[in-house]
């Protein structure tokens, strides 16, 4: 073999060793990240931290069940707000999406999705905590709602156009009418896509802190009134880890871990239906 | 896509029965309000574009484009520049760029081109959970783990290595750009590669092949085959990653320092446009202040939004219609 081949060669292994390094670079935060929150979080994680709402500044002790249920009502409020209006863009995409209206929708949407969060806290907190001057959970899923629909749009698309056409083609030649076809047939064959697209969805925003920040501003309370302001897991972990005192930025730690469990939870639970349905994507 | 198929027309003499009438009232009634929903989308946009416009309006009129250059930021005196969070904003992303295209594209090119099959799924997996993680646990591990090694273990090289630049000069503290870099790095990298890999799937594989069968090595093939291929589609998920660098905010308030401040220094504390809202917005008091902050929220938008604009058109080119980078979450 000449020394040319041989350099060739030589560089193409060094090569291939170096993107298999840096591959494996990337990857391992995931995994330090993971092991500290674990190892700093679990040992405060009771059943207390569950249960309880905190305790003043300075004591230990205390949980986050106001922020736990919190975090639930204000993804909820984003889901019930978001979802349709997220789907059904999806779905027009996929039936409807060829002329210009298609194209400028899918393009916003493409662009919305890179918009910072922070903008559209700003935006909500001007639409609907300035004119009533009050903070509130309402204004937070709002938020949210907003950060949700593009991303769900471009997913439901995808979803729906992986269906057959033959499936549409079958229908039409039954004699369904156009609107039942795409319901019944189209939409209801790619459900479990819908669906993974929307867990994706909501764990993308159970995680948000920005918008939050003067939307529904955070709550030291219990509160499931969702014209009051109200805390997330994310606010309070902004608070905690900011703070100055050791025990709050041990339940910071915690209060992470929970937040992670669930959204790896949520991510974890998307890849698992699609895998299902569509086999390895 | 348009349908290819319509329902037959009800065959009649005397116009359509009245079952083909309800059926095409049912499908515009349908149409109507999928169109409407999707509306919202545009709809939306140009509503906060406005929102932000009209919001911004007293500190355009009061400061002009002096605004841009100005790095005094002073609620007392009313006098506000916003030339430090600029500043600050396109450098941490900049040096987050950095850092994160080259791991990014080794994950890219690792998993389309040199990975066992039944390696590429789960480490495709594992980068998607990095973009699952919220940014505020990001900004949490920042603080109490990210910092601390940068103090102990990283900083000390660089400052041998780079002690004669201006870039490392000063007492390191902890907060600094180079620690808010370092995380939206960590931060960007499953976007880059997970629209990259996109785009290298989508180059044929016949790109591949020939330049196997020219008697490229694996790395040759790819590096003057399949890469240039998907040149556009990959500076598109550059970009894209650089619109998520720019808008990131809980991770960098938490790291950067928050100072109005132009420093050469990466080892210095810094602001940038989303920390500055982040931090401030609620404390504003007077009109005037408020209105400077939705004018840096409105200049983080525009710039978002040309950039990501700029590299939706550089992706389609290359993976047409796709919606490239949205499995990652």
């Not at chain 1, 409807?96 to 002329?99: A, Q, R, T």
């Given at each position: 073999m000449s020394a040319r081949a041989i350099r060739r060669r030589l560089s193409s292994a060094v090569m291939t060793g170096l993107v298999f390094a840096l591959c494996a670079a990337a990857v391992l935060p995931l995994l330090f990240i993971l092991a500290d929150l674990i190892h700093k979080g679990a040992s405060s994680i009771d059943w207390n931290f569950f249960t309880h709402t905190p305790v003043p500044a300075g004591q230990t002790g205390g949980g986050v069940a106001h922020a736990i249920v919190g975090t639930g009502i204000i993804v909820g409020l984003a889901c019930l707000i978001g979802l349709p209006i997220g789907i059904g863009a999806g779905v027009f995409l996929a039936e409807?999406?060829?002329?210009r209206l298609g194209w400028i929708v899918r393009f916003v949407a493409d662009v919305m999705n890179g918009t910072p969060s922070i903008v559209v806290g700003i935006f909500a907190w001007t639409w609907l905590v300035r004119p009533v001057h009050h903070f509130s959970a309402l204004a937070g899923g709002a938020a949210l709602a907003m950060l949700m629909v593009p991303m769900l749009a471009r997913t439901t698309e995808e979803m729906v156009r992986l269906v057959p056409h033959s499936l549409r083609e079958a229908a039409l030649a039954l004699g369904y009418p156009r609107w039942r076809t795409s319901l019944k047939v189209m939409v209801r064959t790619a459900l479990a896509g819908i669906v993974t697209g929307a867990l994706v969805g909501v764990a993308r925003v159970a995680g948000e802190t920005a918008p939050l920040l003067?939307?529904?501003?955070?709550?030291?309370n219990f509160t499931t009134n969702v014209a009051q302001p109200m805390q997330t897991l994310s606010l309070q972990i902004f608070v905690y880890a900011t703070g100055p005192f050791e025990e709050w930025h041990r339940l910071a730690w915690a209060a992470a871990l929970v937040l992670m469990g669930l959204v790896l939870t949520l991510a974890i639970a998307a890849r698992w239906a699609t895998r299902q349905r569509y086999g390895a994507s | 896509m348009p349908l290819t198929i319509t329902p037959p027309p009800a065959v009649t003499t005397s116009g359509p029965a009245p079952a083909a009438k309800r059926r095409n009232r049912g499908d515009r009634f349908y149409r109507g309000i999928l169109t409407a929903l999707a509306l919202c989308l545009p709809l939306l946009l140009v509503t906060i574009a406005a929102e932000l416009v009209v919001g911004a309006g007293p500190s355009i009129r009061r400061f002009g484009f002096a605004f841009l250059g100005r790095s005094t930021w002073d609620p007392v005196a009313e006098v506000y520049g916003a030339a430090p969070m600029i500043f600050g904003t396109i450098v941490s992303s900049l040096l987050a760029l950095v850092i994160a295209v080259p791991l990014a594209l080794g994950v890219a090119v690792f998993l389309t081109e040199f990975a066992p099959k039944w390696m590429r799924q789960p480490v495709a997996f594992l980068v998607e959970l990095l973009a699952a993680v919220p940014s505020v646990v990001y900004g949490l591990w920042g603080v109490f783990v990210l910092i601390p090694f940068l103090r102990q273990v990283a900083v000390p090289p660089l400052r041998a290595l780079l002690g004669w630049t201006p870039f490392v000069s000063g007492v390191f503290y902890g907060n600094s750009m180079l620690a808010s870099g370092v995380i939206l790095a960590i931060m960007i990298v499953p976007y880059i590669a997970a629209v990259s890999r996109e785009v290298l799937l989508a180059v044929p594989g016949s790109q591949r092949e020939a330049a196997l069968g020219l008697g490229a090595t694996r790395w040759e093939a790819v590096w003057s085959a399949v890469l240039p291929y998907g040149r556009a589609g990959v500076i598109g998920a550059v970009m894209l990653g650089l619109g998520r660098a720019l808008g990131e905010t809980m991770a960098v308030t938490m790291l950067i320092g928050n100072r109005h401040d132009i420093s050469l220094s990466l080892l210095q504390p810094g602001y940038t446009m989303a920390a500055a809202l982040a931090n401030e917005f609620s404390e504003a008091t007077t009109s005037l202040y408020l209105s400077a902050l939705v004018e840096v929220g409105l200049i983080l938008f525009l710039i978002t939004i040309a950039v990501n604009a700029a590299a939706r058109l550089l992706v389609w080119r290359v993976a047409r219609g796709t919606a490239a980078g949205s499995k990652a979450l």
């Open positions: 409807y999406g060829g002329g003067f939307t529904a501003l955070g709550n030291l | -």
